[in-house]
């Protein structure tokens, strides 16, 4: 089946460590983002890529980083510059269906980073 | 600036009850328009959504939506509720481009 696997589900990360969150899909969706969800404010896009070798800074994309060598991967570093890394965090692709634009998402299930 | 607004962000119903939660959006332009799900411990997914024509939307589980453009407004309905029913619901606004812009989320729990 089609999807978007997330990895690991559950991370926990020292104060000052950079730890690297995996998002792979085997949709052939070229575009692929990475949005943080906390409690009561919705899905706050990170970083977003529309091909590979190339990728845009969202809203928060402070702290964050990027790579997306492959069509299939894009994953995503947290760094020890990120303040509040504790949160979850979703990995989505976009395709087009039929010719005509379809806009919607398919979501990955989510990793779960914890800062201790 | 581009924004969802979603006006309620829990809301508890008893089964059989009615459900609309509103949704309003900031943009002038053409938009597309979705209704994610998120169930307890599962993965967000689509409920239904509008590119054009008929501004009422069908979407699963018996689920619709109805645009109104001179309102700015995508508003999800359900006539009776269910307990699974019980999840948060996003509401999401794409203008054309590749970014979709995402509202805070309304938290549904349905009593049995």
């Known amino acids: 089946d089609g999807g978007i696997t997330q990895s690991p589900k559950y991370l926990f990360r020292k104060e000052g460590q950079n730890v690297t969150l995996s998002c792979e899909q085997n949709?052939?969706?070229?575009?692929m983002y990475w949005y943080r969800q906390d409690p009561g404010q919705g899905l706050r896009l990170i970083y977003y890529?529309?091909?590979?070798?190339?990728?845009q800074k969202g809203d928060i994309a402070e702290g964050y980083s990027v790579s997306r060598e492959k069509k299939e991967s894009f994953p995503l570093t947290v760094t020890s510059a990120q303040k509040n890394p504790t949160a979850f965090y979703l990995c989505a692709s976009m395709g087009e269906t039929g010719g005509f634009g379809d806009y919607g998402y398919t979501f990955g299930s989510g990793t779960r980073l914890t800062v201790v | 600036a581009q924004s969802v607004s979603q006006h309620n962000h829990h809301v508890i119903l008893s089964e059989a009850a009615s459900l609309e939660l509103g949704c309003n959006y900031s943009?002038?332009?053409?938009?597309?328009l979705f209704w994610y799900v998120q169930y307890p411990g599962q993965h967000l997914q689509l409920l239904l959504k509008y590119f054009s024509g008929d501004p009422l939307v069908k979407g699963i589980k018996g689920f619709e939506a109805e645009f109104i453009k001179s309102k700015f407004s995508f508003n999800l309905r359900k006539p009776s509720v269910q307990w699974s029913d019980t999840a948060e619901y996003f509401c999401a606004v794409n203008t054309g481009g590749f970014k979709t812009i995402f509202g805070a989320g309304t938290r549904l729990f349905v009593k049995a």
């Open positions: 949709l052939n969706h070229d575009a």
């Open positions: 943009y002038g332009g053409t938009v597309n």
């Open positions: 890529s529309q091909i590979v070798n190339d990728f």
